[in-house]
């Protein structure tokens, strides 16, 4: 079988994910979240992982540098990449919101400024409502916008809402459900056909 080389997204979820894959026998022996090694290969050698931004594992996969890729449904909404999606790793799971004051709905013929970490996603949905908005693009700390007038609004995600509540904002909407995912190169899927559906259905029956 070929070699499958496979995208994890740092972060929040990475520790939880390699967790599911030991559970479906797949061990990175020398895996560790603290270390600044970015490749490392499981026990058979047939897959080789590499520990990348999550925010860059939709680009990875989209441009076949890796063959599959597990991420926040967050960063594939956003990177609006041409990959298929899946499987639902049911790991980190949060919702996209809007946030803000009470009183910053938008009112008629004003175009709504919304700052985000996603703004193709914040400029989606609000397009969809037909809503005009002026989008800026933030790395984090994204509650501090509308408290300081940087931002009317916000689009983020929200787990526990401590963030939201603790800065003194309001869940305004709440938008899509997010958790981590399982997403594959489009050409691998065919190229790979054999090695990566032996993946996606041993990722599948630790699942269960
Ligand atoms: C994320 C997100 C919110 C917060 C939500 O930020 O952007 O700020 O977590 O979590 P909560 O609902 O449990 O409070 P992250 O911690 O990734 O840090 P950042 O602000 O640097 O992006």
């Known amino acids: 079988m070929d070699t499958i080389t496979l995208a994890l997204a740092k972060g929040r979820t990475a520790e939880d994910s390699i967790k599911l894959l030991e559970k479906t026998g797949i061990y990175f022996d020398d895996f560790s979240n603290k270390s600044r090694k970015l490749v490392f290969y499981d026990n058979t050698g047939r897959v080789k992982l590499i520990f990348v931004k999550a925010v860059d594992v939709p680009t990875y996969v989209e441009n076949g540098a890796a063959d599959m890729g597990i991420v926040g449904k967050d960063n594939i909404m956003e990177a609006e990449a041409d990959i298929y ?12 919101a809007v946030a803000g004051f009470n009183d910053d709905q938008p009112t008629s013929g004003n175009i709504l400024t919304v700052a985000s ?60 459900s997010i958790s981590t995912r399982l997403i594959v190169n489009k050409a691998s899927f065919t190229t790979k056909s054999e090695s990566v559906h032996a993946f996606i259905n041993t990722l599948q029956t630790g699942l269960e």
């Open 85 to 96: 999606e899946i499987l639902d790793l049911r790991l980190g799971q949060c919702k996209f």
């Open 117 to 176: 970490k996603y703004p193709a996603v914040a400029k989606t949905h609000f397009l969809k409502k037909g809503v005009p908005v002026e989008t800026i693009k933030l790395n984090g700390s994204v509650e501090l916008a509308p408290i300081i007038g940087l931002a009317d609004v916000i689009v983020d995600i929200v787990e526990t809402g401590n963030t939201i509540k603790e800065n003194g904002l309001t869940i305004l909407e709440e938008l899509d």
